[in-house]
């Protein structure tokens, strides 16, 4: 339970403290939440609960389209590999998102250079969340086994 509290404090922290909305862990955390826990509820609830409140806190606005690619991605993440899970969510940020925006008013269209970078932030942001993750997930497993192999 105190993990979960770092991680929901640390992911408040990290939109409130005003990085990037591309360059924030929300994305990557609902793609590493399946390999943290096997809670759907926690899956789901934590990034997408997380971003309702920051976003109607910082903005006082609702953005279900947002929501829903937040959770989508955990369910990419339950079904293929976290990078492939990473590519697949970032593309489905990238239609969905900047469509919704056209739709709604002024806004970039996905294929416009503004869109493209963004979203190219996304992804890279994303993916050295991601690899920071696997990076600490293997050696924390190596640290482990090297010290039940050494009791011995």
Known sequence: MLQLIILASILVGSRLIGMDANWTPVL???????????????QYSLPISIMIVTDIYMSGNFYPVVYFCIGASTLLSSRLNKYSATLAGVLLWHISV???VVMSGPGFAPFTPEAMIFDLRL????LLYVG???VA????KQTSAYKNSSAL
Do not use: E, H, M
């Open 28 to 42: 990557a955390t609902a793609i590493i939440l399946p390999y943290l826990t096997q809670n759907k509820i926690v």
């Open 132 to 134: 920071l993750f696997d």
């Open 98 to 100: 900047n469509g919704a």
């Open 123 to 126: 992804l890279a942001s994303s």
């Open 137 to 140: 997930q293997r050696f924390f």
